[in-house]
Structure formats: structure tokens, C-alpha cells
């Protein structure tokens, strides 16, 4: 399975998959306005080469330090459970540990997410933008970080 970067040729598509795999909910208009955020790293946007999935991170902060957030990701309903969403992140945190980002921030199942070596946020003191989210906030670091609040790029606080 070839991962690779988005290119302007992707965009609908990974528009589509994001709608199917979220039934038509406000990733995809977000991953749009994250496009046009100064938060975009175009180099973290990467899909399944046929554009069966889609995995993003954008910059984020931990307090005053650089961090990523991680999503959406969206795998076609056809193909998940397919390998397809396992490969997108396994290279997501690949291409940002190389960059020397410091941690990658999500919101999603810890059962699922500690498989790539996530652990709940508040181990390492980052408290989410919503406290109900602590139980489904995870970190996984690759540096040191102070604890603190985290923070998403701007189009996160549209939702």
C-alpha cells in the first residue's frame, strides 16, 4: 500500500471519503478551512495513493509549545478494517517525529489509538480545550513538553 503526500488533484476525493466515512458531518468543510489556516502543513496531509483514506495534522500547541493535532482521518466504509487507516498513521507520526515535531495530539478511542503509542493527555498534564473530552484526549510525545492546555488550529474552534 503506497501512502503519499495530497495533491491539489485530491482534494474532491478526499472530500468524499471524508464525507462517507462521517456521514456527511463538519470534517470535511473543516479539513477546507484548515487548507487556508496558517496552521496547514502541507507535508502532513497524506492519503492512500487511490484516495481510499485520508489523515491530516495541523499545527496545534501545548501551552506556547509547537505541537500537532492529528485529524480528521477517514478511511472509504468500503475499505475500512482494511489496513488502510493503520498505514495512514503509522506514516502521519512517522513524517512528524522526522520534522522533530514534539507531540501529536488526538481525539478519538484510547483502545483504538494506543496501538500507534498514544496515552491519555493528562499523563503528561495536557488538559484539552474541553474538559469533557478527557477521556478520549490523547498525546503521544516525542520530546518533552511541559504540561498545559492544548490548542488546535483556529478552524477546530468553528466546529
Known amino acids: 500500500m503506497l501512502i503519499r503526500r495530497e495533491t491539489p488533484a485530491d482534494i474532491d476525493a478526499i472530500r468524499t471519503v471524508t464525507n462517507l466515512a462521517f456521514n456527511d458531518g463538519p470534517e470535511a468543510p473543516l479539513i477546507d478551512w484548515l487548507r487556508a489556516d ?6 502532513l496531509s497524506l492519503v492512500e495513493d487511490t ?4 489523515v491530516v495534522c495541523t499545527r496545534g500547541y501545548v501551552g506556547d509549545t509547537p505541537a500537532l ?3 480528521p482521518i477517514a478511511v472509504h466504509p468500503s475499505h475500512q478494517r482494511a489496513g488502510i487507516g493503520s498505514a495512514l498513521m503509522h506514516a502521519v507520526l512517522g513524517a512528524a517525529e522526522a520534522r522533530g515535531e514534539k507531540a501529536v495530539i488526538l481525539l478519538g478511542s ?18 484539552p480545550p474541553d474538559p469533557a ?5 490523547q498525546a503521544r510525545l516525542f520530546g518533552d513538553v511541559a ?3 492544548f490548542r488546535y488550529a483556529e478552524p477546530f474552534d468553528r466546529l
Open 147 to 149: 504540561p498545559g492546555g
Open 51 to 54: 484516495v481510499l483514506g485520508h
Open 69 to 71: 493535532g492529528l485529524g
Open 110 to 127: 484510547p483502545v483504538y489509538y494506543s496501538r500507534f503509542g498514544f496515552r491519555l493527555a493528562s499523563e503528561f498534564g495536557i488538559t
Open 38 to 43: 496558517e496552521g496547514w502543513i502541507p507535508e
Open 133 to 137: 473530552w478527557a477521556p478520549h484526549f
